[in-house]
Every structure is written in C-alpha cells, then in structure tokens.
C-alpha cells in the first residue's frame, strides 16, 4: 500500500470516528438545545474544513501538472528551436562537416527524449536526407532545396507536438508549409 493511500485510509478512519461521536453527543444532549447548536456549529465547521482541504489538495495536483506542463513545452520549443537553427547554420555555409554530423547525433538523442512519435518519424526521414546529402561534404542548391522540403514536414509535425491537440481541427499543415518553402 502506497503512503498516500495510508494517509488517506487514516484520514478517513477518523473523520467517521470523530463524526460519530459528535453525532453520539448529538443525541445525547436532545435536552440541552445550546448543547446541540455548539455540536452543530462543530460538525459544520469539521465538514466545512474536509471540502476546503480536498478542493486546495487538488488545486495543487492541478497547478504541479500545470507546472510540469509548460516545463516539457519550452524544452521541446528550445530544442527544435536548436535544431532549426543548426540546419539554417549548415545551409548559409553550404558545407556539412563531420563535426556538424555529431552534432545532430546529440540532437537526436535530446530530440529522442522529448518528441512525439509523429516528429520521430519525420525526423527519422530528415536525417535519412542529411545522411545521404553528407557524402560529398557539400550542400548544393538542390541539396538545400531538398533539406528545406525535409524541414517544412518536419515543422509541420513539430507544430502539431507543441501546440495543436484538437482533434477535431482538420488544417493540413504540412501541405501549406511545403507550399510555403517552394515558393522560394
């Protein structure tokens, strides 16, 4: 049994025990009625005290989740921030060095960490096209021209990961994303 559950076992056990006695000393002061009104007055405060404290105890639970929340939100946004402008880095020099290669291994493994299954598998796609642009060292026009095409579907599902949760919300993004970067 976790704590949390024993806490609450105990807690419970207790509020009845004390709720009965006081309903014990209720009737068994039915002769004296200021009695009966400081026991009423007792067991209103008492359940005024447990509903206060279950409302605040989940206002906690809400505001931690919360907390946590937008804590996973700036990494990922950092993170795909970082690797965006890495991969606009490499295509303003128009060379892809072996050190540039390690360094989107490392953002793999931080990407791996935080990404949604959908921008894993883009970015999977994305790193194929790098992989096989990387052999001549070179990036060429093209070559931008493609990894830019890579890119727009990788933002694409990474905008769905950071903001969009709806499902009811049909856009499709990435098409207007590829529209975007070919019109350049």
């Known amino acids: 049994m ?14 009845i025990a004390g709720y009965s006695f006081l309903r014990l000393a209720y009737f068994q002061t039915k002769n004296i009625p200021f009695t009966q009104e400081i026991i009423l007055v007792v067991l209103g405060t008492i359940a005024t005290m447990a509903v206060t404290a279950a409302l605040i105890s989940k206002q906690s639970e809400v505001e931690l989740e919360k907390e946590q929340r937008v804590k ?19 295509i303003l020099r128009g060379k892809l060095e072996k050190k540039d290669l390690l360094h989107l291994e490392f953002l793999t493994h931080k990407i791996s960490v935080v990404a949604d299954y959908k921008v894993l598998k883009e970015y999977t796609d994305f790193i194929d ?26 933002c694409g599902k990474i905008r769905y990961d950071l903001i969009q949760r709806e499902k009811h919300i049909d856009i499709n993004i990435e098409n207007l994303l590829t529209k975007n970067i070919k019109k350049f």
């Open 129 to 154: 096209t790098m992989k096989k642009i990387s052999e001549d060292a070179k990036i060429s026009p093209l070559e931008s021209d493609e990894i830019s095409m890579k890119l727009s579907k990788l």
């Open 72 to 90: 996973i939100f700036d990494l990922k946004s950092n993170l795909y921030l970082d690797l965006i402008s890495f991969i606009e880095s490499l």
């Open 2 to 15: 976790k704590n949390s559950s024993k806490y609450f076992l105990l807690t419970l056990i207790t509020f």
